[in-house]
């Protein structure tokens, strides 16, 4: 068990051996211990070993010029020079909300980016501005197109935050596809099979394997099959796609690199890097700050008063559970895994930076 | 089998008889013909008798002032005055495309509207500017969140218009949930079941009975159940609601009046009318035009490119089935289905326009 306050110094510090400035180091760590509190360790610690990888294979920049490269009054295309993708998307939320107080409201495209964490961290950083945030990024191609089999798409998620008054904000970030894919990984480590709708084989068929993936298998979008809308699906993850990546300039669909070390560069590209997607509205480019603040107040109250099903206990207010979780683990401690405190500590030895073990 | 400009003209006349200008009723009669001919006649000329009752009724203004309330440079709410759905939405739309092309994107949140048609209409609306369109409403509630058996929001669909250049244009129109309400009704009147993933009965459980709405029983979102990622598609169907009706002062959630006249109008009200919400964004705002477009026309035909699965022919690019049926439709006639006919004859008589017997 680690303290918020030790993981977030200890991952600082690692980026700044690599090189990164203190303030970009910073960023980093923010995300990588908000995923952490938020009770999604799959973007955690646990991909502090691919960030090393990529610097030591020299495929990310630690001293980026992050810019501006074209620009209107309420958008802008961000270059993030390779930098880590915390880094990159985060100055570009930035600029997001910066137009935003101008003009009402601000959009940014990224490219020349990497992978950037949890989507919700940057949707998340409208609210202390009164603003609704918007966050999504493209990603490694695993995702096949309905009636298809070549996987084209990442699992491009999408992040919504919406700040109300006194309830707590609307926060969703999810996936576009059923499962994410670490659900996956921990299924064929525990031997499971998993429901049909997530994934299927090299000729199409419906498949339960989890492992599916290393034989020419592919991921399903949400809906999972024709018959229940996978279609629609498809759609969301390829406006997230050309949100992202045509926007910006950024490799699109099967050409998105890689956010791992072990696999290499690819040959065809058709931009640079990643690319991710970002808004930010003012509330009070609708209504007069108190009144979206109640009325999001009465929205929450009206949902949570839906009633549950048999067996259910109550619905899910998008967000919720994070922050259950949240305060959970911010007083209890976040638990790395056996295995992950072990890599860590090989990148901590290698850099030169002390790690504690678990308290 | 009529003309697209038999029942165009039909449609505007009907109306100007009930009251509208010129002007509005040429953009209903557009919106009408529209989704006839993109093969979706659930939003077609079956909804003409809702809307001549809903007139009778005295539920729908068709002298409206549709005007903004408020607004920023990137922004604005529009009140809808009670038109009928299509006029505040084109008016709403057009303000959009207003201000995309001042400050690079423009939003608009409407309320004190009605049921708008097919969401696709307006977003396609931008790519004649050279620009991305987007629009969502809010509608009757019949869809449960997940864990919940109440219906608290309605199908809310989302549609994004993208222009590409040699290519036509990417364009995805799809409600929240896995099927629309239309195709519950069908399987009914065939003595059919559905799937299983698209209705619930009332405590929650699992059905695929057609009629279980009649019963206390509700529909899904977009994934169907939780395994399945049920609550993205609530999240999804949620951010929709909120956008239309809480960013615009609109009735949300379990407040969406009807719209159809035989259900009553609701005693509880938290704002005034339906709500839709629209985006523009030029696509100059992010890349010079010709880029966009040449890099729009690389992604279709990259995503083209991927292999069918087994006994599929092609995967579908979003807009594609919707243009082909529009093109045999233009051809070959508009056919009503002789229901229908009835009805529309009714109403003509009733109004004093004439309409012909099929051709």
């Not at 490269?69 to 910066?98: C, K, L, Q, W």
């Not at 031997?191 to 090299?202: A, D, I, R, S, T």
């Not at 492992?211 to 949400?222: D, E, N, R, Y």
Request: aromatic share 8%; net charge neutral.
């Amino acid at each position: 068990m680690y303290t918020e306050q030790y993981l977030r110094s200890f991952t600082r510090d690692v980026f700044i051996k690599m090189g990164c400035c203190a303030i970009d180091a910073s960023r980093i760590a923010d995300v990588f211990i908000a995923a952490e509190l938020r009770g999604l360790p799959s973007h955690g610690m646990i991909r502090l070993k691919d960030y090393f990888q990529l610097w030591k294979a020299n495929r990310i920049n630690v001293k980026p010029n992050v810019r501006i490269v074209h620009e209107t009054p309420s958008t802008a295309v961000v270059d993030g020079d390779g930098a880590v993708g915390m880094v990159a998307a985060t100055r570009s939320m930035e600029i997001a909300i910066e137009k935003a107080a101008r003009v009402g409201t601000g959009w940014v495209s990224t490219r020349n980016s990497n992978h950037f964490g949890i989507a919700g961290f940057y949707a998340m950083m409208a609210l202390e501005n009164d603003m609704i945030g918007m966050s999504m990024t493209n990603a490694n191609p695993l995702v096949a197109p309905t009636f298809s089999i070549t996987p084209m798409l990442g699992t491009n998620p999408i992040a919504v935050a919406i700040p109300a008054g006194k309830e707590p904000p609307f926060v969703a970030d999810f996936a576009t596809t059923p499962i994410a894919r670490g659900k996956l990984a921990v299924a064929e480590k525990k031997g499971e099979k998993v429901p049909f709708g997530f994934v299927q084989n090299n000729t199409g068929e419906p498949s339960d394997d989890p492992a599916i993936l290393k034989s020419g298998g592919s991921m399903l979008t949400l809906g999972g099959d024709y018959v229940h809308g996978s279609h629609k699906g498809f759609c969301l993850s390829a406006i997230v796609d050309i949100f992202s990546a045509v926007f910006s300039g950024a490799n699109f669909g099967p050409f998105v690199p890689p956010s791992v070390a072990y696999l290499p560069v690819l040959d065809t590209r058709v931009g640079e890097g990643t690319g991710h997607f970002f808004g930010a509205m003012r509330i009070d480019a609708f209504q007069e700050a108190s009144v979206f603040k109640a009325s999001m107040d009465k929205w929450i109250e009206t949902f949570r008063k839906a009633k549950p099903a048999n067996g259910r206990e109550k619905v899910i207010i998008p967000g919720e559970p994070e922050r259950e979780k949240e305060m959970k683990i911010r007083a209890e401690g976040i638990t790395i895994l056996p295995a992950i405190v072990k890599e860590i500590r090989e990148i901590a030895d290698e850099l030169g930076v002390e790690f504690e073990a678990a308290g």
